[in-house]
């Protein structure tokens, strides 16, 4: 029998994508190593000119993380006290951490039943105090960002896109990243593209914010030990910029695999219990996550991990429901669509080296479950 129709089905899994990138990765690794320009060295110059070229935009600044992207983004933006942010409900809690952490207030809204932002629900939240819209490309996918940039600019508004799920992700002809005034893009290790640890990239078209985010990454200095703005560290490592530079021109080709899984899963899971994600007729879903919907959520993630098939929930706390966001004051019920997919998503296994048996097996174990109607009245 095939090993691959016996062995776990991984959610993810790192190590078949650096089995297959070696010894480019290890060589990428020891000439840093070499050089010893640990610190903004030429990897990470190097690797800024090649995603500005991959995303089509002028500038990329390389970071320490998606979150401070976002941050400096912000800082970038003159956001702070007594401004507002709008963002959806349904994201990675860091989305509204770079909102809290330049000392903004976060407002929610809710999303679409595929998790984009709702545009209709952000034109609702709009006050004078409204700096960013901060859409967030979730799970791969570019939701309405031409509405929510026509939006913008009648309102005075900036659209910063939260692009770290969606590298490569196209929307009528762009690629995530051209959008708004700043996007973000997070490089954690299980991303479409992973670094080898945390990192983040800041792309923007503006020089000005180009530079005031190179400033503001690195001490808030233009020249050694002179420092003109927030001394803060947010600097992406050459180690991991010589990594991305390895993986980058795998990216297109990985994310086209993700795709052609992606369907195998619309194609073996049509009719059967769970509710699939609409294909994109604007562009390109680059599937960082392919998310179905179940009535028993829990009890088909218990039988699936019975079987041996790893999934994840993306993500099952709706902000406004987290304890640390309690004091924005919203209610449970503000936000059925974010808390309709907090209760019934689920992510089932994607990553580019998946074998497509492992598609096969996962379909047949949720198929066992019955018709979705069968579930609904379970
Ligand atoms: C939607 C979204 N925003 C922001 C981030 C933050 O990125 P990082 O983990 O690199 O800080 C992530 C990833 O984890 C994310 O998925």
Request: charged letters at 10%; hydrophobic letters at 45%.
């Given at each position: 029998m095939n090993p691959a129709e016996t062995s776990a089905v991984k959610f993810v899994d790192l190590q078949a994508q650096i089995r297959s990138l070696q010894p480019a990765l290890s060589d990428a690794i020891e000439d840093v190593l070499r050089r010893?320009?640990?610190?903004?060295g030429e990897a990470v110059t190097l690797f800024e000119t090649e995603w500005a070229r991959y995303c089509g935009v002028k500038h990329a600044i390389g970071v320490d993380s998606g979150l401070s992207a976002l941050e400096l983004a912000l800082r970038a933006a003159r956001v702070g006290e007594g401004d507002e942010v709008i963002t959806q409900a349904?994201?990675?809690?860091a989305t509204v951490g770079a909102i809290m952490a330049v000392g903004a207030r976060p407002v929610l809204v809710d999303c679409d039943e595929e998790g984009q932002v709702n545009v209709g629900a952000v034109k609702r939240a709009i006050t004078k105090r409204t700096k960013v819209i901060l859409p967030v490309h979730l799970y791969g996918k570019i939701g309405e960002i031409d509405w929510l940039l026509e939006l913008a600019a009648k309102t005075g508004a900036r659209v910063i896109e939260d692009a770290c799920q969606a590298h490569g992700a196209i929307y009528r002809g762009h690629r995530a990243g051209n959008f708004g005034w700043a996007a973000a893009f997070s490089f954690?290790?299980?991303?479409?593209?992973?670094?080898f640890g945390d990192g983040g990239m800041l792309v923007t078209n503006d020089d000005e914010v180009a530079g005031t985010v190179r400033t503001l990454r690195n001490y808030g200095s233009k020249a050694k030990y002179e420092h003109v703005a927030l001394p803060l560290n947010h600097r992406l490592d050459t180690i991991q910029a010589a990594v991305l530079r390895v993986k980058l021109p795998q990216l297109d080709g990985w994310n086209a695999r993700r795709a052609y899984l992606a369907d195998a899963y619309r194609e073996h899971l049509s009719g059967g219990p769970v509710g699939l994600p609409a294909s994109t007729q604007e562009g390109r879903h680059v599937y960082h996550l392919f998310v179905v919907q179940a009535e028993q959520r829990d009890a088909l993630r218990a039988s699936l991990s019975a079987q041996g098939i790893e999934t994840g929930i993306h993500y099952p706390i709706p902000l406004h429901a987290q304890p640390v966001l309690g004091g924005l004051g919203y209610r449970l019920g503000a936000f059925p669509n974010a808390e309709r997919l907090a209760a019934h998503s689920v992510s089932l296994p994607m990553y580019p080296e998946m074998p497509l048996s492992h598609v096969e097996r996962v379909a047949k174990a949720i198929a066992g479950r019955g018709s979705r109607r069968e579930a609904a009245s379970a």
């Open positions: 010893g320009d640990f610190i903004l349904n994201t990675f809690i954690y290790p299980a991303k479409n593209l992973g670094a």
